[in-house]
């Protein structure tokens, strides 16, 4: 295992955040800042509490995922796709570097990433709505597992991009509509019948659900449901990232 590059990767992208920090950090606080102001303080005093939370409160945790998981899949995408945009990655591809030292340096920068944004959201969130956290472990856990999930994905998306378009039509026309759909602003008990059984189909409940739980021990689903859910995405990602490598992914440049 070549240590060094796999560190040479990561630091190169952790530079690159801090160089656009407006972009990759600042952006995303302040979208997610202007979420809590309109519809925790504006809007959530009108709603009544749900499961004993009040709304403000409630929604606190589904914003935190729904900016890891847009800026997990847009950190890992990017990340490996800039290299092939720029013709860069042959100078990679040329060196002493395996496959799977390049995933380890780029996923990990990506994750480490939206674990730091998570982070500055959850205390920009105390500015604005007052919440505590049940099982701090467990908020760990769903922050880390989520970012490593789709930041793999992303890496998958980078790798199959052929362009910009390509690029952002998944994160725009899958992730972001799943992330709405996966109660950030609501539970899915409030759903009618027939559209709550629906909803279960939605990978993204059970994330938001779990992370959910971890702060006030209230979901939608169980929280082994909400686990087993993200460790089985996590495992779906892995087998594709190896199939892409078994193939030959040098093709894909």
Same mark, same amino acid.
């Given at each position: /295992?070549?240590?060094?590059?796999? $560190?040479?990767?990561? #630091?190169?992208? /952790? ?5 656009? &920090?407006?972009?990759?950090? +600042? ?9 809590? !102001? ?21 929604? &606190? ?7 890891? @998981? ?13 290299? $092939? ?22 996923? =990990? +920068?990506?994750?480490? $990433? ?5 982070? !500055?959201?959850?205390?920009?969130? #105390? ?6 956290? +049940?099982?701090?472990?467990?908020? &760990? ?15 998958? @998306? ?7 378009? $390509? ?5 725009? /026309?899958? !992730? ?5 759909? =996966?109660?950030?602003?609501?539970? !899915?008990?409030?759903?009618?019948? &027939? ?14 659900? =779990? ?34 490598? #078994?193939?030959?992914?040098? @093709?894909?440049?």
């Amino acid at each position: /295992m070549n240590l060094y590059a796999v $560190k040479a990767i990561y #630091r190169f992208e /952790m530079a690159r955040t801090f160089r656009t &920090v407006v972009q990759s950090i +600042a952006a995303p606080v302040l979208t997610t800042s202007l979420y809590f !102001i309109v519809f925790g303080a504006a809007i959530g005093r009108r709603m009544a509490a749900i499961d004993g939370v009040t709304y403000a409160a409630f929604i &606190v945790p589904g914003l935190i995922m729904l900016s890891i @998981l847009t800026e997990s899949v847009s950190n890992g995408s990017f990340g490996i796709y800039m290299p $092939k945009w720029s013709g860069t990655i042959y100078e990679m591809l040329s060196a002493p570097v395996s496959a799977l030292e390049v995933l380890m340096g780029y996923v =990990g +920068a990506a994750a480490s $990433k939206s674990i730091m944004l998570g982070v !500055i959201i959850m205390a920009t969130a #105390r500015l604005f709505v007052p919440y505590s956290i +049940a099982h701090p472990i467990w908020a &760990v856990a769903f922050l880390v597992l989520t970012s490593l999930s789709f930041s793999l994905f992303g890496f998958i @998306l980078g790798v199959w991009a052929d362009g910009f378009e $390509k690029l952002q039509i998944v994160p725009l /026309m899958v !992730i972001m509509p799943l992330t709405y759909l =996966g109660g950030s602003f609501y539970s !899915i008990s409030m759903l009618p019948g &027939v559209w709550a059984r629906i909803a279960l189909f939605n990978p993204v409940v059970y994330l938001v659900s =779990g992370f959910r739980w971890s702060f006030y021990g209230v979901s939608d689903v169980g929280v082994g449901a909400s686990l087993g859910m993200t460790l089985v995405f996590m495992l779906i990602c892995l087998t594709a990232v190896w199939q892409i490598f #078994r193939t030959g992914w040098r @093709l894909k440049t």
